[in-house]
């Protein structure tokens, strides 16, 4: 049986991040993915131009049943940490919006960069290595994949969550931390365009392909400025798929179309004008008549509404209420909410506490960031803690 310092299980943002640190301090390094490419899931991301890092990550972009979990591995190892690696490879990168940094060629640009860093740190990485048993063997580990037995110091699970399974996703990482005795937190599907109840499918599909500026709020008062977008299936666009995270099944979703105040205003500025034509000043107007038609709103002249009218209407463009029927799930989903409980892990190092010398790292953990690359940010500062220690 071969001997490892340290063996790391996935070989995507995390666990590349952590191999390469490792190897970097001296430790005989062995990197193991059961799929046949390295970092699918970076590949994949931000439409093949990873969404890398951004600009303004900070704590609070993040989902954690503990949220002072994250502050430590963000603090040592930071954005600005991350674009120093990125320029030092010489990958050409811009800012999208929002601080969301995306690679200007490819993602494979950040595989490519990773790779690098494992080889000069003489990481040795195999894929295609299911892995079919992990024991404890004295304060190590023994690890069996399908062609042989290896052993190690520390023990690495980068294996991901259950996002995106056409690329191989899976609960590996889930069920070893409770084969161990750690605590599971009960996951989900996050950043995942919503599906409609069907009476709201009936009236909102011909809307496939709509897009405005909104914003959304969540029942527990979460807010997001970002657009939406109509869809066959219900509703989508970064505003959508950031509250997703934040939502419940059965809770109700808020958006505002226009901020309020803007219709009192308009009936002041132009109270001749049928509310049609001044609501398709500012929203798409298939929309504009889907709304109206949808609420039983009569249409004429601004003018000639009551208060009383004008405030429910004012009111459902400021918060219009939508019930989701649900999510499209793990297919669509771009993370898992919930994980391995971070009060089991220490927030420097990623290590077990019950289990000295192994660690759990990237999306296996109870953290979720934000759309925008917050979470791509969470894998190599969580990698590169782990990395300095196993």
């Not at 590949?43 to 704590?59: D, K």
């Not at 580990?141 to 191989?168: D, H, N, R, W, Y």
Request: charged share 20%; net charge neutral; glycine share 10%.
């Amino acid at each position: 049986m071969k001997a490892w310092d340290v063996i790391v299980i996935g070989a995507g943002a995390a666990g590349l991040m952590c191999a390469a640190e490792a190897g970097k301090r001296g430790r005989k390094v062995l990197l193991l993915d059961h799929g046949k490419r390295i970092g699918r899931k970076i590949l994949m991301s931000g439409g093949g131009r990873c969404n890398f890092t951004n600009y303004f990550v900070e704590p609070s972009a993040y989902l954690c049943g503990n949220p002072h979990f994250v502050k430590s591995a963000l603090a040592r190892y930071t954005q600005w940490d991350f674009i120093a690696l990125v320029e030092k490879h010489g990958i050409a990168y811009h800012e999208k919006t929002l601080g969301q940094l995306f690679c200007d060629d490819s993602a494979q640009n950040i595989v490519d960069m990773l790779v690098k860093e494992c080889e000069g740190a003489g990481v040795t990485i195999r894929l295609r290595a299911d892995v079919l048993n992990v024991d404890r063997l004295g304060d190590g580990f023994m690890v069996a994949t399908a062609t042989e037995e290896v052993s190690c110091q520390s023990l690495v699970v980068a294996s991901g969550g259950l996002s995106m399974p056409k690329i191989g996703a899976s609960p590996f990482g889930y069920k070893l931390a409770e084969q161990f005795g750690l605590k599971v937190l009960p996951t989900r599907a996050g950043l995942v365009p919503f599906t409609l109840q069907p009476e709201d499918k009936a009236t909102l599909e011909p809307l496939a392909g709509v897009s405005l500026p909104v914003v959304a709020e969540s029942e527990d008062g979460t807010r997001f400025a970002e657009s939406l977008l109509f869809t066959h299936r219900g509703v989508s666009g970064p505003s959508v798929l950031q509250i997703s995270s934040y939502w419940q099944a059965g809770e109700q979703v808020h958006f505002e179309l226009l901020p309020a105040g803007r219709l009192t205003q308009g009936v002041a500025d132009s109270p001749n004008q049928e509310l049609k034509t001044w609501l398709s000043r500012y929203l798409p107007k298939r929309l504009v008549e889907t709304l109206l038609e949808r609420e039983g709103i009569t249409n004429k002249p601004l003018k000639q509404y009551v208060p009383k009218e004008l405030a429910a209407i004012e009111q459902l463009l400021s918060a219009w209420p939508l019930k989701p029927g649900g999510t499209e799930g793990y297919r669509t989903a771009e993370v898992t909410l919930g994980g391995v409980d971070t009060n089991e892990l220490s927030s420097k190092t990623m290590m077990a506490s019950k289990v000295p010398n192994l660690y759990f790292i990237g999306e296996v953990v109870d953290v979720t960031g934000w759309l925008g690359g917050y979470n791509f940010q969470w894998a190599w500062s969580a990698g590169w803690c782990a990395g300095q220690v196993v």
